[in-house]
Every structure is written in structure tokens, then in C-alpha cells.
């Protein structure tokens, strides 16, 4: 008998970027994948994967519309009694919410993957609260928690998250360390920073470019690049006419969204990744980190664990442009020696501590642990 693992995300981007080796795993020791997700450019690539099926899940990213939501929720429903897995991997907000929610009454064993709860859930108003106990409802009968940062689980707790359940901590999603390489720290003029994500102001977008503005009147010589777009942003969107506002600034270089980011990891000195917070562990610091790229991240949860300060990179306090400027003016002025030895200090950490065989490994153990008898 086949053993089937669903694997639920809102959207095949995720799964694609962020599972994708998890899912070879899984098939390379013999299980059939039902991937649910909601369809973007990336669904055919999934579908394209040997022992993947791919199913769309119509669901709304940052929708609160009950109706739409209560739509979202039979769906999912819908699609794992079809699939009748032998185990539910769900990923992401809406995935661990709507996915664990049918996963319990359809009574299928489910792993949550926590990889960041995001802003809104932690809102100290009727609306947040509600967001965490139903979060909560929906992870209470899980066979185990991926959890990416410890203040997830304390948040998670205080609002009513049974002690017993089992809670793996894993440095995020892990990096594949075969395909992001040690790098060779470019020739230090211009010093080149980098900024990759969805452009939406929690993820600090306006403080970069703040932050560039501030060390540009120095006139230092530096180059900021901005790698992203709007796509799957949440209402935070950076809005088209302040985006071609900066654009025509000329001091930050938008580049949209790349398939590949090796190419600008291996130009650049160091990522910048000033996010607001919501954060599980971000994947970019960890393929910065497997480049040989020291980075610049806020002082949060989920990015201050990634690196080591002053040896892996630097934090800042989140939303402080002038404190970002401040620590990108101090990696201009680090010597060329000093920036080789960070380099060579942030790749030993990547493979000490972020390689997704160990990811690969632990979601095959739970799924194998948690296994119930599939259709015959």
C-alpha cells in the first residue's frame, strides 16, 4: 500500500520555494504527495514533480471575509477527504488554521508547520484575540509542531496551547546547501547591499530605502538593490505610485522578482532584512548565510536567531532607519579582511545549523511516526 501525504500551503509558491526538497523526500522513500495549495505560476512546476498530484484550494491570502473564510474551510475539507491522506502537513497561517481545523474533524493525523504567526494574530484587541484561540483550537490535536522560533510557542501557549503536544525547533526552513554556495566576497568598491522580499511595509522596504537615502548624502559609495514584488503581499502593499517614487529617486535599484537570487547574493557584501516582525525565520538569511553573506536583520524574533551578532552579521531595532543606516555605514567601513572572515564565519554557520537534510529528516520521522491505515 501507498503511504499519501498531503501537503496543504496557501499557495504553490511556498510550497515550491519552501518544501520543495522536503517534498522529493518524501517521494524518494516511497510516498505519493497530494500537494494542496492555491495555484499560481508555480503550480505546474509542482505538478510536474514525480509522485505529486497538485490540487487548487481557492483561498484568500489576507481575506476576513466570514462567508469567503467559512468557503476556504470546506474546501480544504473537501480536498483531504478526497485525498484521504495518511498524514496532513499544513504550512502557513491560513494552512495550519483551515488545514488542522478539517484534519481534526475529519480525524487524519496532522503536523503544523509554524513558520511565523505573522502581525495581526498578536493584536491585543477582540479581533487578535480570536485569531489566537482559533489558531490554537486548530493546532490542539496535532501530532507535533514544526516550530521555527521559541517565541511562537510562548505566544501560542499563553493563549491556551496544550503543554503536551510535541514541538520539534527547526532553524527555519532550511537552505540546500548544494545549491547556495560559498561565494567570493566581491571587490569592496561600491559596497553593494541587498534587499530581498515582498514589497509590503512590515517587511521594512521604506526603512532600506530611508536607511540608503541617510549614507547616500555621505556620499559613500554604495549600491542598494531591492529583489521583489507585490506579489502575495498582504495589506501592507507598498503602493505603485511611492514604489515609482523611489524608482525615480535612483538611489535604490528595483529589480521585480527572480526565479534565481544566487547571482545578487554573489554580488552583493550583505543582505539587509529590516522586517517589522510576524517572522518564523526567514529563508533569504539562511541562503545569505549559505553564500557566504554576512546580513543586517532586526532585532526580533525569528531574525535574531539566525545570526551571530558582530561575527555572522549585525541586528538593529525593527523600524529605526537611522539605526539601519548607522550598521550599514559600519559594514562600509569594516576591512577587507574583517568582511572575509565574516563571510567564511556566516557559510560554517549555514552548515552547521541551517541544512534542509535535518527539515528533510524530521518531517519524514513525524510523517512515519504519525501514520494512520490509509484507503485500501
Known amino acids: 500500500m501507498t503511504k499519501r501525504i498531503a501537503m496543504v500551503s496557501g499557495t504553490a509558491w511556498y510550497l515550491w520555494n519552501f518544501r520543495r526538497n522536503v517534498i522529493k523526500y518524501f517521494v524518494e522513500n516511497g510516498w505519493q504527495v ?8 508555480w503550480s505546474e512546476r509542482l505538478s510536474d514533480l514525480p509522485g505529486v498530484r497538485f490540487h487548487h484550494w481557492d483561498v484568500s491570502l489576507d481575506g476576513a471575509n466570514p462567508a469567503l473564510e467559512m468557503l476556504a474551510l470546506s474546501r480544504i475539507t473537501r480536498h483531504l477527504r478526497r485525498a484521504r491522506p ?4 499544513n504550512n502557513g497561517i491560513k494552512a495550519n488554521v483551515y488545514g488542522g481545523l478539517a484534519a481534526r474533524w475529519l480525524c487524519f493525523p496532522y503536523v503544523n508547520n509554524i513558520s511565523g504567526l505573522g502581525m495581526r494574530i498578536r493584536e491585543a484587541d477582540r479581533l487578535g484575540r480570536i485569531l489566537a484561540k482559533l489558531y ?8 507535533a509542531l514544526l516550530i521555527q522560533n521559541n517565541a511562537d510557542l510562548e505566544f501560542l501557549s499563553s493563549n491556551g496551547l496544550p503543554a503536551n503536544i510535541p514541538t520539534v525547533r527547526t532553524m527555519g526552513s532550511g537552505v540546500d546547501l ?4 560559498a561565494e567570493q566576497m566581491p571587490t569592496i568598491s561600491p559596497f553593494r547591499f541587498l534587499f530581498v522580499g515582498r514589497l509590503q511595509f512590515d517587511k521594512g522596504v521604506a526603512d532600506f ?15 542598494c538593490t531591492v529583489l521583489g514584488d507585490t506579489y502575495h503581499t498582504n495589506s501592507g502593499r507598498i503602493p505603485d505610485a511611492l514604489l515609482g517614487a523611489w524608482e525615480n529617486e535612483g538611489i535604490v535599484k ?8 544566487r547571482p545578487f547574493l554573489a554580488r552583493c557584501h550583505a543582505l539587509v532584512m529590516p522586517s517589522h516582525g510576524g517572522e518564523g525565520m526567514p529563508k533569504v538569511i539562511l541562503e545569505a548565510a549559505a553564500s557566504g553573506r554576512p546580513t543586517i536583520v532586526s532585532n526580533i524574533d525569528g531574525c535574531r536567531e539566525s545570526v551571530v551578532q558582530g561575527k555572522t552579521g549585525f541586528l538593529v531595532p525593527p523600524g529605526d532607519a537611522l539605526a539601519l543606516a548607522s550598521a550599514m555605514q559600519e559594514f562600509c567601513d569594516l576591512p577587507e579582511t574583517r568582511l572575509k ?8 554557520h549555514a552548515i552547521a545549523h541551517f541544512s534542509d537534510e535535518r527539515i528533510c529528516r524530521i518531517s519524514l520521522s513525524l ?4 501514520l494512520m491505515p490509509g484507503p485500501s
Open 34 to 41: 497530494d500537494a494542496i495549495a492555491g495555484s499560481d505560476e
Open 86 to 89: 495518511n498524514i496532513v502537513f
Open 136 to 143: 490554537v483550537f486548530a493546532s490542539a490535536r496535532a501530532k
Open 178 to 181: 548544494t545549491h547556495f554556495r
Open 209 to 223: 530605502v530611508e536607511a540608503a537615502r541617510r549614507i547616500h548624502r555621505n556620499n559613500v559609495s554604495i549600491e
Open 254 to 261: 528595483f529589480v521585480g522578482r527572480r526565479d534565481d537570487i
Open 341 to 348: 572572515d565574516m563571510s567564511r564565519a556566516a557559510r560554517a
Open 367 to 370: 510523517a512515519e511516526a504519525g
